[in-house]
């Protein structure tokens, strides 16, 4: 049954999915609250190259992962900074975050390379269907169940960790005052602050808390899904995201849906080039087909509310 | 975006930024073990020690310049155009087009002229695509205009290897350029080429437009304050459309005298000149004048940046660092400069 | 008893507060009156914690307090309501009260805050759905979630004693939701809370005060009885008479030429009829007032008038070129970064010698900036300063200045003396009079009621984006007031069991 063509394009998908959902939980939570970061591609690349520097150099993966997250949340403190702090404005200062990432990530790369961390070593990356602390015969039999298995067991580990990640974020922005001032400050920001909350503090704890998300959604890139880095690997990847938050129209749950559809459209069109495809579509259509799917994902979206009203504001507006 | 323009001390800040910039990442390139003197002479000896390697400066900030522009222009009407990247490779395709299999019939003098507006044409509407899905469908230009570069890379890279294919290679390009539809060369020994003369002579010219003609004065309310500018009966969809075409165009632009001044062709390498626009408008204040500077600043950045790989073994992917670095400083510069500037008074005075 | 004894509060040159002492008596009504500026929001910023005072102290039943945040105010029982709300309209009422008042972050229980919402609401006759999100309310409503707000804060916080501030309570409630305010603000009274009452309308305070402290520039300069007759608390209040704009409402004889109209428009949008059937005429050489609401459909017909928005059905007939001082002129008239020379040419940019076929003359900007800024007493170091130094009485001279520059035929002024002190709104006023006595045609949305009827000509009043069916006599105020909020001139039912004595009319 697992062999079977549905199970395996949605157990493909879910592995596509999860950088996204990550990614993307970090940007729904920063832009609910008033801060557009288009700096989430540099972020995520950012993530790649920590991760991989991190495990090549230690030799763990999990010192990769941890690398990955600090890097990428210290790159948003600074993008927290200059936006939150300075009140500078947000889409210049993430394309700059874009250009220092690129630069930075590429640096690092020859830099590893002439040291000789071209590969990771055995075991620097994580592994596939990996549960921690069961036995090999416990996580086989789990991956053997009958449509869950491939789904959810036959995963890499952070991809539980999303799904957590995930159901707690939901969690906590629909049943916990956390989630009610989250959404005020995207919309309201004044009005926060005459309630006596700290608007820019929040601001810029909820970027560094997205950065870390990307961070890690990088980390999978370069240490588990693949494992070795390139330079420019997530090649377009956090503007897709950004399309897939609006898409999701800033719910946890229209993200979910939308990175799992978006898995899917990935994962057909892989299949589909395995099957002899590319022979007649030129790759490069699958190469922009991410975007192409953004962009006409956007395009047809109803028109409905349009997000928190002060997006891309800074905070305290100049009077 | 509100803030760029205020005062005289746009030049101080750039400077200022500048000067912090080179500070971090000479202190950082020194804990490497890079003495900060031996960096700066071998940089400056790359970007501008000999008149070949100053010609090479030139020949790179004509691209940025003509970029920045497009991005100054856009940010100053207030369109965030981020898809630079994409309209020069439209640009640079429909030249190499119009150069090697739709010949334009005529003499050199006609048909590099014909292509070269055609390219700027197709630079611009690809830009206009942007400003028609937001339009007509809501879709923000921050990011269908993102989206568009990725887009355009693909296209580019199918006409490349299909119609526009030198048949006489297996290597990924397309066909050169024939003689006549080259730009002349200004220096014999460089390349550099009439482009980046046009492309000065055209900063000046917006410039002048922006300063002193009605519909840039129109271009810069609409770009500041929308809102007003509807109340006071400003066409302001018409000139958000002007803008976003003259952004495009320029790109497009860029990307055709890229490749009719000095590849001659279209190659699968990356070229990347749209997002260092950004870079470049940022530096240069919005300020046509200001980034005719900037842009040779980063052009000799750019040449100096290859020195140092050639002979400190330093990547010249620290060029790109610097350039995130030097649109950072610049903001929050900027920023605290136009806050301190704009503060009003106190009421009853 | 809360007694402020000497409060001084000075910013920078400017004195706000000189040695100013209050007793506010637990049980009893104490009005603060004074104009724009004399300092009666310092003084309250200060007893609610978000200032210091420069010198003098707070003392509450002989004990001093420190002050140091609304936080600490609210422990010593002292809560205030702003003049400004500070709600979130896409949120739900329920959440803005846990926004403000659940101190902790985690889970919310939303069944027990809507149920202590119910009860106090309740005990003041009010009828609040706690899920309703706060943007679909109507102001007055609006602000008894604030009132609300700060009743349950006072509660939480656990002080026997209860004082809460109002700060101009009533300056965007119709005059039917002042009728219902003013009860309530009565019963807590009654119910042992000692209420200060800030405003500038005198007739409120009459009603609803049982003491009045006059400030005028900083200081306390009388205290006594709320039964002083309005004309002596005037003078106080302002000091010397001021040109109030008052004559005889003298519509336009059905001869002169009509410059706006509006017949049978009708706008809809997102389902909902933003404006119905809205028949309106304005003719040469009157002021035609639209009363109303903010939120009634004001902003719509401007528009519509202005071509911006285009009438589902109907018509909209309207010149070409229309004066417009609008109503939030940072977002809507100037552009701030630009010099002040720049903005005053915003109107006439396109005519020589302005600029000449496409080409901008610089100097002659810089002239008619002079000519203008002399003759609207407009202050800036000099026109080429960014218009976002000026101050904001300033800024809305020079808004007025270039508008009625140039003599224009039609003008539309939305709350023109928004943010001016008594002089420069008389003045502002006294521009639009002399604009109609000179055959301008002047459509006039006004939020304050008082400066409409004075100086409007007829007066059309706007409810649900109804328009009444005939203009009504300016003299009429409470039918005026009436169909501001019911849409029907008709006698309101009673406001319930906490009628207070005066009639609805003033």
Redesign the interface.
Known sequence: MNDALIVVIAAQAVTAAVPLVLAGIGETLAQRAGVLN?GIEGLLLTGCVAGFTGAALSGCAWSGLAAAIVVGALLAA?FAW?TVV????Q???G?????????????AW??AQGHGYAELSANAGFSRGIVPGLSDTAQAWLRDLPFIGPLVFDQYGLALATALIAATAWWVLTRTRIGVIIHALGDAPDACAANGIAVRRWRVGLVIFAGALAGAAGAYLSIMRTHGFSPLMT??MG?VV??LV?FGRWHIGGLVAACLGFGVIDALQSHLQSRGLNAVI?Y??F??L???V??IA???MR?GT?GPRLLGQAWPT?R | ???W???SGEFVIAIGAIVAVIIVVLTGLALLGHPPLTVLTTWFQGAAGSGTRFALSLQEAGPLLLTGLAAAVAFRGGV?N?GAEGQFLIGAVTMVAFGTVLLIPGPGWFSLPVALVLSTITGAAWALLATG?ERW????V???T???N??A???V??LV??PLHDPTTTAPQTALLPEHVRLPVLVDGTKLHLGVLVAALIAIALWLGL?????G?EV??VG??P??A????MPVGARQVLVMAVSGGLAGFAGAAQVAGVTGMLSGSPISYG??G??VA?LGRLHPLGILVAALFLGMLSTGASGLERRLAI?H?????????L??AV??A???S??R????????? | MISLNGISKR??D?VALAEVSLTIAPGRVLGLLGEN?AGKSTLMNILFGQLKPDAGSITSGGTALRLRSPAEALRHGLGMVHQHFALVPTLSVVDNVVLALQSSLGRIDRAAWSARLRQRADALRWDIDPTALVGSLAIGQQQRVEILKALLALDQAGSAQRTLILDEPTAVLTPQEVDELLPAVRALAADGVAVVYISHKLAEIARVCDEVSVLRRGRVVHRGPATETTERLTHLMVGSPVSQPSRQACPAPSTAPVRIAARDLTIRSDGRTILHQVTVEVRAGEIVGVAGVEGNGQVPLVQAV?G?LSATSGSVTAP?KIA?I?DDRQ????????SVA?NLA??R??EVPF?QS???SPAAWNVHARALMASSDV?APSPDV?V???????QQKAVVARELDGDPAVIIAVNPTRGL?VGAAAAVLNRLIAARDRGAAVLLIHSDLDELLAISDRVVVLHNGRVSDSSWPVCDRAAISRLMLSGSPLEPRATGPLNVGAEATS
């Open positions: 288009v600074l200059v300075m009140r500078c404005d889409i210049v200062a394309m700059a975050i874009n250009l220092l990432a690129v630069g930075g990530s590429g640096t020859l830099v090649g377009g503007f950004l399309a609006i030129p490069q259509v190469q922009a991410p975007f192409i953004a962009l956007l395009a047809v028109r349009s100049e | 975006m509100r803030r323009l205020v005062g965030w981020i899905l469908r809501g879709v923000p921050v990011l269908s993102i989206l568009l990725f887009i890379i693909a296209v890279g199918m290897q299909g300063k002193r003609t009605t519909i004065f810069q309310v500041l304050n809102d007003a509807r109340l006071l009966g997002y260092a950004i870079a940022m990547p992917d620290l060029g790109d660092v610097v350039q995130g670095l649109v950072l903001l929050v900027g920023g605290i136009a806050r500037a704009l503060r009003p008074q106190a009421e009853g005075t | 910013f920078g400017l500026g202005l911006l070409g417009v609008p977002r809507e008239a100037l552009v701030m970064p630009l720049q915003l109107r940019y396109r600029s496409g080409w901008l202050r960014a976002a130094t000026l101050s904001g009485g300033n002190d």
